[in-house]
């Protein structure tokens, strides 16, 4: 399994950006689709973004396209991901992800099978 490390949480103001970097290691990235996920108490771990092995095809959740934008450097085994117009309900407890799979087959958080420890993002109204 590939291991991930978020970086980059913290606290904004509405409208204000952040961005989120996962470091891997153990493996490169270069053969997994790789997503975003988000998490707050007593709710099920929610899709944000994904993108496949190559950075050619990407996916978001609904409630974030157009602020949102995710990106890979294989070279420099990353992921990122850049939020922007950020808002109240964006916060939450980020996850980077690696999918067994160099397409994007599913944006389940259970077609996942490496996960980072997570990234507290706080957005102040």
């Known amino acids: 399994q590939v291991q991930l490390v978020e970086s980059g949480g913290g606290l904004v103001q509405a409208g204000g950006s952040l961005r989120l970097s996962c470091a891997a290691s153990?493996?490169?990235?270069?053969?997994?689709?790789m997503g975003w996920f988000r998490q707050t108490p007593g709710k099920e771990r929610e899709f944000v973004a994904a993108?496949?092995?190559?950075?050619?095809?990407?996916y978001y959740a609904n409630s974030v396209k157009g602020r949102f934008t995710i990106s890979r450097d294989n070279a420099k085994n990353t992921v990122s991901l850049q939020m922007n117009s950020l808002k109240p309900e964006d916060a939450a407890v980020y996850y980077c992800?690696?999918?067994?799979?160099?397409?994007?087959?599913?944006?389940?958080?259970?077609?996942?099978?490496?996960w980072g420890q997570g990234t507290q993002v706080t957005v102040s109204s």
């Open positions: 153990g493996r490169s990235i270069s053969n997994y689709a």
């Open positions: 993108i496949n092995w190559g950075g050619g095809s990407t």
């Open positions: 992800a690696a999918q067994d799979s160099r397409v994007v087959a599913t944006t389940n958080p259970a077609g996942f099978g490496s």
